[in-house]
C-alpha cells in the first residue's frame, strides 16, 4: 500500500508564495518521478513540474521563472515553491509518482490565489 500526503495549500495574495510538499509513505522502492499537476474544475488536469529521479527536471511554460521543484530521496519526498502567484494559478494541486509500472496520485490540495 502507497500513500501520498499534500500539505501547504491554502489562500495568498497575488505576488505571494506558498509551499507545497508531498511524502510517499508504504511500500517504496524505485521511485522514477514525482511531480505536481492541478486542476480547475470544468477543465483537465495539468502538468506543473516533474523531477525524475536521474535529476530532469520540466515545467510548464506558465509557471517557469516563477514555481521550484524540490525532491528529497531520502525522504520520499517532493516540494513546489511556487512564487509570484497569480490568480490564474488556482486551482487542486495534486501530487503524482510513478513507481515501475505504478502511479500513485495524492488527495489534492487547494490554493486559491486571490485579493
Known amino acids: 500500500q502507497v500513500q501520498l500526503v499534500e500539505s501547504g495549500g491554502g489562500l495568498v495574495q497575488p505576488g505571494g508564495s506558498l509551499r507545497l510538499s508531498c511524502t510517499a509513505s508504504?511500500?517504496?522502492?524505485?521511485?522514477?518521478?514525482m511531480g505536481w499537476y492541478r486542476q480547475v474544475p470544468g477543465e483537465e488536469r495539468e502538468v506543473v513540474a516533474t523531477f525524475a529521479s536521474f535529476g530532469t527536471i520540466n515545467y510548464a511554460d506558465s509557471v517557469k521563472g516563477r514555481f521550484i521543484i524540490s525532491r528529497d530521496n531520502a525522504k520520499n519526498t517532493v516540494h513546489l515553491q511556487m512564487n509570484s502567484l497569480k490568480p490564474e494559478d488556482t486551482a487542486v494541486y495534486y501530487c503524482?509518482?510513478?513507481?515501475?509500472?505504478?502511479?500513485?496520485w495524492g488527495q489534492g490540495t487547494q490554493v486559491t490565489v486571490s485579493s
Open positions: 503524482k509518482m510513478t513507481m515501475a509500472q505504478y502511479i500513485f
Open positions: 508504504g511500500s517504496i522502492f524505485s521511485i522514477n518521478v
